[in-house]
């Protein structure tokens, strides 16, 4: 596999997650289990202000192998993926992130068309990772013209769990869940920006003409807060940067 499909598979992790935005409690540090079709990853994050790290600590999943790295140091303007186990690591721009994702999706789906939001309801989700939520069910639909004319259409449910007491992470934090649908408007749309607190487990079933795709899964097991240390946000010495992969 390039270095090219090992970057789009792991910043393209899945659409299930949504983006985190908002103000963070300072010094902030969670481990998640992610499930896809394609195998189960676990992950530790840490986020500081405009710090932000995430590690797959152990992966069945081909498209996110064991310790490679997510790093940014200014909320997400310079991105650094780090592959620990090769000594090397790519530096790349926000812009060039999205458009590595941007190129994903219009390989694959064609014309996309207008994305309609439906809230299905709201209550009370128990305690996940110690902390009391509240449950969100949304449905999302979104048409998709092919190349041949014909019209498909995706219907993507979820369930999104946040925790009440807890504000939602910097923009930053996306970087591990962040999708793109193939523009601004509909990753915007997705972002589901109007539901407070922080994502704490997410799940999404996705249908394509009615026929079932596929499910994906992402749920907070612990959290904690405290001071990080500075070396958490360093890229290791003498690790090789990489050339940014071409199209």
Same mark, same amino acid.
């Given at each position: 596999?390039?270095?090219?499909?090992?970057?789009?598979?792991?910043?393209?992790?899945?659409?299930?997650?949504?983006?985190?935005?908002?103000?963070?409690?300072?010094?902030?540090?969670?481990?998640?289990?992610?499930?896809?079709?394609?195998?189960?990853?676990?992950?530790?994050?840490?986020?500081?202000?405009?710090?932000?790290?995430?590690?797959?600590?152990?992966?069945?999943?081909? !498209?996110?192998?064991?310790?490679? %790295?997510?790093?940014?140091?200014?909320?997400?303007?310079?991105?650094?993926?780090?592959?620990?186990?090769?000594?090397?690591?790519?530096?790349?721009?926000?812009?060039?992130?999205?458009?590595?994702?941007?190129?994903?999706?219009?390989?694959?789906?064609?014309?996309?068309?207008?994305?309609?939001?439906?809230?299905?309801?709201?209550?009370?989700?128990?305690?996940?990772?110690?902390?009391?939520?509240?449950?969100?069910?949304?449905?999302?639909?979104?048409?998709?013209?092919?190349?041949?004319?014909?019209?498909?259409?995706?219907?993507?449910?979820?369930?999104?769990?946040?925790?009440?007491?807890?504000?939602?992470?910097?923009?930053?934090?996306?970087?591990?869940?962040?999708?793109?649908?193939?523009?601004?408007?509909?990753?915007?749309?997705?972002?589901?920006?109007?539901?407070?607190?922080?994502?704490?487990?997410?799940?999404?079933?996705?249908?394509?003409? !009615?026929?079932?795709? !596929? %499910?994906?899964?992402?749920?907070?097991?612990?959290?904690?807060? !405290?001071?990080?240390?500075?070396?958490?946000?360093?890229?290791?010495?003498?690790?090789?940067?990489?050339?940014?992969?071409?199209?």
């Amino acid at each position: 596999m390039t270095t090219s499909m090992r970057v789009s598979r792991l910043v393209f992790a899945t659409v299930l997650v949504a983006a985190f935005a908002g103000t963070a409690p300072k010094g902030t540090v969670f481990t998640t289990v992610m499930n896809k079709p394609s195998g189960t990853a676990e992950l530790k994050t840490w986020v500081d202000g405009p710090n932000f790290k995430t590690e797959v600590t152990k992966s069945s999943d081909p !498209g996110m192998p064991e310790g490679t %790295e997510l790093l940014t140091r200014d909320g997400g303007v310079t991105l650094n993926i780090i592959f620990n186990p090769k000594q090397q690591y790519l530096s790349l721009s926000r812009e060039q992130f999205n458009g590595m994702l941007k190129r994903k999706v219009e390989s694959h789906d064609g014309t996309i068309g207008k994305l309609t939001v439906t809230k299905l309801g709201e209550e009370d989700g128990g305690k996940i990772a110690g902390f009391a939520t509240r449950h969100y069910r949304v449905n999302l639909l979104l048409p998709v013209a092919t190349a041949e004319g014909a019209t498909r259409e995706y219907s993507i449910d979820e369930e999104l769990w946040t925790a009440v007491r807890l504000p939602k992470l910097p923009e930053s934090t996306d970087l591990m869940f962040h999708q793109s649908l193939g523009s601004d408007e509909l990753d915007k749309a997705v972002e589901l920006e109007d539901i407070p607190g922080f994502r704490l487990k997410r799940v999404v079933w996705i249908k394509l003409d !009615g026929v079932f795709l !596929g %499910e994906s899964n992402i749920e907070v097991k612990t959290l904690t807060q !405290g001071a990080i240390p500075a070396s958490e946000w360093q890229i290791p010495p003498g690790f090789t940067k990489k050339e940014i992969p071409h199209p």
